[in-house]
T-cell receptor, first 113, second 116 residues
Framework: AQSVTQPDIHITVSEGASLELRCNYS??????LFWYVQSPGQGLQLLLK??????LVQGIKGFEAEFKRSQSSFNLRKPSVHWSDAAEYFC???????????FGTGTRLKVLA | EAGVVQSPRYKIIEKKQPVAFWCNPI?????LYWYLQNLGQGPELLIR????????DSQLPKDRFSAERLKGVDSTLKIQPAELGDSAVYLC??????????????FGPGTRLTVL
């Protein structure tokens, strides 16, 4: 079955610390992978996406993610977190000739001053 | 470029009342999606339009939910009658819909529905 797992429901980091959010997927075809961020009361904003090519992709706001096919993972990273990064982060998988995305349940990030 | 526009942003209604949500996609985007997002969950697809045609409505509860995209641009999602369990955020997204291999969905701010 196709699915996306975000193992961490909540993560708390101090401002300036590094961040890694985990995402694992199960998908029968070649996956296209996305990370979105959702601030309170807002819609989802695309941070970055992976379709093919270089497995390390750069996104907006200083985020990057690495696609590891052998581990079925697409973890999101940021070297130094800012207080404004506090939000909920969603990983999604699509592709395989379909427009349908499957989303994970999200990871809520809290940033300590 | 303007993003996906949704209205209203918030709606509070009594159960059994009807409610409608409106979405205007990004200009030039042929594909439009309605998603349901329950608290603490990721979005789940309700219906997908390619131009004015609903091409995937398998997850839409058709006994009470309906949607339309008459001219292939903006869209309306309706619930009649609303139930307590319909309280959630309703998200609209759009994409160019030209190439599945590179298509990217862009989301609106959502409508938060509360059914009392």
């Amino acid at each position: 079955a196709q699915s996306v797992t975000q193992p961490d429901i909540h993560i708390t980091v101090s401002e300036g610390a590094s961040l890694e959010l985990r995402c694992n997927y199960s998908y029968g075809a070649t996956p296209y992978l996305f990370w979105y961020v959702q601030s309170p009361g807002q819609g989802l904003q695309l941070l970055l996406k992976y379709f093919s090519g270089d497995t390390l992709v750069q996104g907006i706001k200083g985020f990057e993610a690495e696609f590891k096919r052998s581990q079925s993972s697409f973890n999101l990273r940021k070297p130094s977190v800012h207080w404004s990064d506090a939000a909920e982060y969603f990983c999604a998988v699509g592709g395989g000739g379909t427009y349908k995305y499957i989303f994970g349940t999200g990871t809520r990030l809290k940033v300590l001053a | 470029e303007a993003g996906v526009v949704q209205s209203p942003r918030y709606k509070i209604i009594e159960k059994k009342q009807p409610v409608a949500f409106w979405c205007n996609p990004i200009s030039g985007h042929n594909t439009l999606y309605w998603y349901l997002q329950n608290l603490g969950q990721g979005p789940e697809l309700l219906i997908r339009y390619e131009n004015e045609e609903a091409v995937d409505d398998s997850q839409l509860p058709k006994d009470r939910f309906s949607a339309e995209r008459l001219k292939g641009v903006d869209s309306t999602l309706k619930i009649q009658p609303a139930e307590l369990g319909d309280s959630a955020v309703y998200l609209c997204a759009s994409s160019r819909g030209i190439d599945k291999s590179t298509d990217t969905q862009y989301f609106g701010p959502g409508t938060r529905l509360t059914v009392l």
